[in-house]
């Protein structure tokens, strides 16, 4: 039997400080997946549990696991060793406050894991990270190589679990990709070890203001009431398939 993973990343709308998808969509969702009974693993901003505590101490009480995707949402990239280890630690911490539970798992912004960010993460008490595609507008193809089953971290005990491949190729497994290339994106029918989505795909009219002017078409395309038609049919097929849904590391 198949299992699957599904993540959201929780964080401001399109990399702005806007929370609609937080306020608006995330609920819908978690209604949805659970009436599925679906667990889910949650990304989740420092920024957002400060703005939002109520909702994300809400999300570890229905037994969803909430993971970091630090306190800013930056490239971590273009972050000196410093600033990444701030970024890793002080969301842990304040995650670990605001739900009452363990924060054992992460992910970065963008899946840009920089070489360095395993060590950091092991320092900072992470367990297991899912930070790794094989495609990111940011991070590019870096990731490339090291897609597929989990891995250690190099030199570290953190377990990374990759988002993997669509149609074999260098396509990450996601509501954004699906969305993007649909109907095409229909023919991938093998059940993915990890999917991820934001909860503002599913806002009607989003204005991702946040990103570069050239990435706007894309990331618009088949948004709102057609992204949650797209992301519940996936669901709906695997689960008729016998899939079995987990949180990362569950399966």
Known sequence: MSAVAITLDVEGD????????????????LEGFAAREVPLTLFVTGDVARARPAVVRALADAGHAVASHTMTHPRLSRCDADALRAELRDSRALLEDVTGAACAGFRAPFFDLPAEAGEALAEAGYAWSSSKAPFSPVAG????????????????????HPVPRMLGLPIPEGLSYRRLFWPASALARAIPSTF???PYELLDAVEPAGMPGWMRPFLTARQGARAGEILWGLVDAWRAAGARFVRVGEA
């Open 141 to 160: 193809y870096r990731h490339l190589a090291a897609t597929g089953a989990p891995h250690r971290l190099d030199g570290t005990a953190v377990v990374e």
């Open 196 to 198: 991820y989505l934001h």
């Open 14 to 29: 399109y990399n702005t400080p806007s929370l609609r998808g937080v306020d608006e969509a995330l609920p819908r969702l």
